[in-house]
């Protein structure tokens, strides 16, 4: 009697515990095709973004080349506003200067270009990463820059800029759409 009773809460219980297991495997499929979802409506987001060539990008951290300052947290907002009209970029500098600027208080990332040359290469959609190269020149201090946004599906994205007569430096952050009736900025145009 004693026998019965424990094989069948034996029974019982080993019934429960496929329940619960069975449970879980449900709910962690359940899991995995929400953030599969979610990826795939990140991924599109980040396509449009970019194929509108309207987008803002907000850096988190800055790689630098000075000795024993590998990178840099920023704190404060910084941001690169990219339209096919203008490109206003306002950037923490973290290295030096080969030749003059017009006003050495000022980051030589702190600038505004009218019509920057934007290509896009190798766009997100379906791929891991893609490729935006800007061309642009500034008026103020008459610089060219090369700006290269290395763009993921997931919004993130690594800006490398390379300025005449200045060290180039990499920025990690995050892209942002902006939308047609918005300005291209926060910052305001400087002159």
Not at 45 to 68: H, K, M, N
Not at 133 to 140: K, L
């Amino acid at each position: 009697m004693k026998t019965k009773l424990f094989l069948l809460g034996l029974g019982a219980a080993i019934g429960l515990s496929l329940t619960t297991v069975q449970a879980r495997d449900d709910s962690r499929q359940e899991r995995k095709a929400r953030r599969e979802a979610e990826a795939a409506a990140t991924a599109r987001t980040v396509d449009s973004i970019l194929t509108a060539r309207r987008f803002l990008f907000v850096p988190t951290r800055v790689v630098t080349q000075l000795p024993g300052m590998p990178y840099v947290t920023l704190n404060t907002y910084y941001e690169v506003a990219v339209t096919p009209d203008s490109l206003v970029c306002s950037l923490p500098y973290y290295g030096y200067v080969y030749n003059t600027v017009s006003d050495p208080d000022r980051s030589p990332f702190y600038f505004t270009a009218v019509r920057p040359s934007i290509d896009l290469q190798s766009l997100p959609a379906g791929k891991k990463k893609g490729w935006i190269v800007i061309n642009a020149r500034e008026q103020y201090n008459q610089r060219s820059y090369i700006l290269t946004f290395e763009t993921f599906s997931n919004g993130s994205a690594s800006l490398t800029i390379q300025g005449v007569g200045t060290q180039h430096l990499q920025y990690l952050g995050n892209l942002f759409p902006i939308s047609p009736g918005q300005p291209a900025a926060i910052n305001p145009e400087m002159r």
